[in-house]
């Protein structure tokens, strides 16, 4: 049974930087893609970044580009969301999810976490 578990939310004022790991589990196959989408309240699920299974194609949302930079380390089966200059509309909960290819699309994705909880205060 795959498992995804996000960690590494939490309170930052605003300008201050999170890092965010989701450690899979239970996957086989070819190496899988992971997205990272957030959900503040009352609003839908919005992609965020995210990774082919080589790590070498990363994909962004316009509104975190050049402030968030996804990474993985396959040898533990972790995908990173680094997560820097953080501003008050950057609060939401963070899903990691896998897939088979890298995209903006939360359709495509088949596996979810349970989410982490980013708040950042101005």
């Known amino acids: 049974q795959v498992q995804l578990v996000e960690s590494g939310g939490g309170l930052v004022q605003a300008g201050g930087s999170l890092r965010l790991s989701c450690a899979a589990s239970g996957r086989t196959g070819s190496p899988y893609a992971v997205g990272w989408f957030r959900q503040a309240p009352g609003k839908e699920r919005y992609f965020v970044a995210a990774?082919?299974?080589?790590?070498?194609?990363?994909l962004y949302a316009d509104s975190v580009k050049g402030r968030f930079t996804i990474s993985r380390d396959n040898a533990q089966d972790t995908v990173y969301l680094q997560m820097n200059s953080l501003k008050p509309e950057d609060t939401a909960v963070y899903y990691c999810?896998?897939?088979?290819?890298?995209?903006?699309?939360?359709?495509?994705?088949?596996?979810w976490g349970q989410g982490t909880q980013v708040t950042v205060s101005s």
């Open positions: 999810a896998t897939g088979i290819i890298a995209t903006m699309s939360v359709q495509r994705y088949d596996y």
């Open positions: 990774i082919n299974g080589g790590g070498g194609r990363t």
